[in-house]
């Protein structure tokens, strides 16, 4: 047999199975966690009108075919956010989802075309508390694990420590030298060629076509994500309200909006919300971002309308989802996704 046989193999399952024994002690403790704290597990649909409305999402579509022969698309689901946001206006105040999305145009050490998210929202509750779930998690993942440390391609934090709480705009001072606040307007609008003049000063690449997002995204993940928990988890805060879609803007700073993302040696491990429900505002929100893929990629995702209505009667959360096969690889010390992944997709 040689390093190439496919992951069925007598030996090869052999050798990923202890961690994936690991994976589900992990599970059922995430599990249980929730239970306890009165949130109600959820199962929806992995059909959807609508995959989700991000530019860089790319889905994987399919259709549905009537008894009257009618055939109408639909989508597999990037994340059960949509769902799950139905749900609270129905009532729901405490739910967590811990299921398969796929995501197209996604393979490597650290991507998947499936993989199991675990999302989790809290009504009536700040982001902050969603922060504190975070760390709690962290320590439970490793403790089940029987994991001191986490780690990844030479790079370790330490799980059980309080995470170092940092805003985006600290992050693009401290890693690059960009004062990245200079560069959005209070209104939210953003200043393409300030930012293009920063990243030209900071030595960073740049091209005559990037946009502000293009740029953003540069240094995101030239300079920031590559310096991100490092020694004990980070939680990068208070992004710019333009690179956050399906969050509210802060209280403090309407330049900035409450989302936050949770990293643990240099890997993006969540992306949390104080959830925006004003249906207007996500509306605009959600044209800007197809308007750019349709851009970027010659295509565009519909809106789901019935979302839409249901964002008009929600209550106040918070919300976040988890990739739960990252968290997976950093307690087992994985290199690759799929070593934590029970069957694999088939490479194409």
Same mark, same amino acid.
């Given at each position: 047999?040689?390093?190439?046989?496919?992951?069925?193999?007598?030996?090869?399952?052999?050798?990923?199975?202890?961690?994936?024994?690991?994976?589900?002690?992990?599970?059922?403790?995430?599990?249980?966690?929730?239970?306890?704290?009165?949130f109600?597990?959820?199962?929806?649909?992995?059909?959807?009108?609508?995959?989700?409305?991000?530019?860089?999402?790319?889905?994987?579509?399919?259709?549905?075919?009537?008894?009257?022969?009618?055939?109408?698309?639909?989508?597999?689901?990037t994340?059960?956010?949509?769902?799950?946001?139905?749900?609270?206006a129905?009532?729901?105040?405490?739910?967590?989802?811990?299921?398969?999305?796929?995501?197209?145009?996604e393979?490597?050490?650290?991507?998947?075309?499936?993989?199991t998210?675990?999302?989790?929202?809290?009504?009536?509750?700040?982001?902050?508390? +969603?922060?504190?779930?975070?760390? @709690?998690?962290? *320590? !439970? &993942?490793?403790?089940? #694990? /029987?994991?001191? $440390?986490?780690?990844? %391609?030479?790079?370790d934090?330490?799980?059980?420590?309080?995470?170092?709480?940092?805003?985006?705009?600290?992050?693009?001072?401290?890693?690059?030298?960009?004062?990245?606040?200079?560069?959005?307007?209070?209104?939210?609008?953003?200043?393409?060629?300030?930012?293009?003049?920063?990243?030209?000063?900071?030595?960073?690449?740049?091209?005559?076509?990037?946009n502000?997002?293009?740029?953003?995204?540069?240094?995101m993940?030239?300079?920031?994500?590559?310096?991100?928990g490092?020694g004990?988890?980070?939680? +990068?805060c208070?992004?710019?309200? @333009?690179?956050? *879609? !399906? &969050?509210r803007?802060? #209280? /403090?700073?309407? $330049?900035?909006?409450? %989302?936050?993302?949770?990293?643990?040696?240099?890997?993006?491990?969540?992306?949390?919300?104080?959830?925006?429900?004003?249906?207007e505002?996500?509306?605009?929100?959600?044209?800007?971002?197809?308007?750019?893929?349709?851009?970027?990629?010659?295509?565009?995702y519909?809106?789901?309308?019935?979302?839409?209505?249901?964002?008009?009667?929600?209550?106040?959360?918070?919300?976040?989802a988890?990739?739960?096969?990252?968290?997976?690889?950093?307690?087992?010390?994985?290199?690759k996704?799929?070593?934590?992944?029970?069957?694999?997709?088939?490479?194409?």
């Amino acid at each position: 047999m040689t390093d190439a046989s496919p992951w069925w193999t007598p030996h090869v399952h052999a050798d990923r199975r202890p961690r994936l024994m690991l994976r589900n002690g992990i599970a059922a403790s995430l599990r249980d966690w929730f239970s306890r704290r009165d949130f109600v597990e959820v199962e929806t649909a992995a059909l959807q009108i609508s995959p989700g409305n991000e530019a860089h999402l790319a889905a994987f579509a399919t259709e549905a075919i009537g008894s009257d022969g009618m055939r109408s698309p639909l989508y597999l689901h990037t994340s059960p956010e949509f769902a799950c946001k139905k749900l609270l206006a129905a009532g729901e105040p405490r739910i967590f989802s811990f299921g398969p999305v796929y995501r197209n145009r996604e393979r490597g050490p650290l991507h998947h075309p499936e993989f199991t998210m675990l999302e989790w929202y809290r009504v009536g509750e700040s982001y902050e508390s +969603l922060m504190l779930d975070c760390a @709690a998690l962290l *320590a !439970l &993942a490793a403790e089940r #694990a /029987g994991a001191r $440390r986490f780690s990844f %391609r030479g790079r370790d934090c330490d799980p059980f420590a309080e995470p170092e709480r940092l805003t985006v705009a600290d992050a693009f001072t401290r890693h690059a030298g960009i004062d990245l606040l200079a560069t959005i307007a209070t209104d939210g609008s953003t200043d393409r060629e300030a930012l293009y003049d920063a990243l030209n000063r900071a030595g960073l690449r740049t091209a005559p076509d990037d946009n502000w997002a293009d740029l953003f995204s540069r240094v995101m993940v030239e300079k920031v994500e590559p310096a991100l928990g490092l020694g004990r988890a980070t939680i +990068l805060c208070e992004y710019p309200v @333009a690179e956050a *879609a !399906l &969050a509210r803007p802060s #209280a /403090g700073d309407p $330049r900035v909006a409450e %989302r936050f993302e949770l990293y643990g040696c240099g890997v993006e491990l969540a992306n949390g919300f104080g959830e925006l429900t004003d249906p207007e505002e996500q509306r605009r929100r959600f044209v800007i971002e197809m308007d750019e893929k349709q851009r970027i990629y010659g295509e565009r995702y519909p809106i789901d309308e019935d979302f839409l209505a249901a964002l008009a009667i929600m209550p106040q959360a918070s919300g976040i989802a988890l990739g739960f096969d990252r968290l997976v690889m950093l307690a087992t010390g994985a290199q690759k996704i799929e070593d934590v992944i029970w069957t694999p997709v088939a490479a194409m």
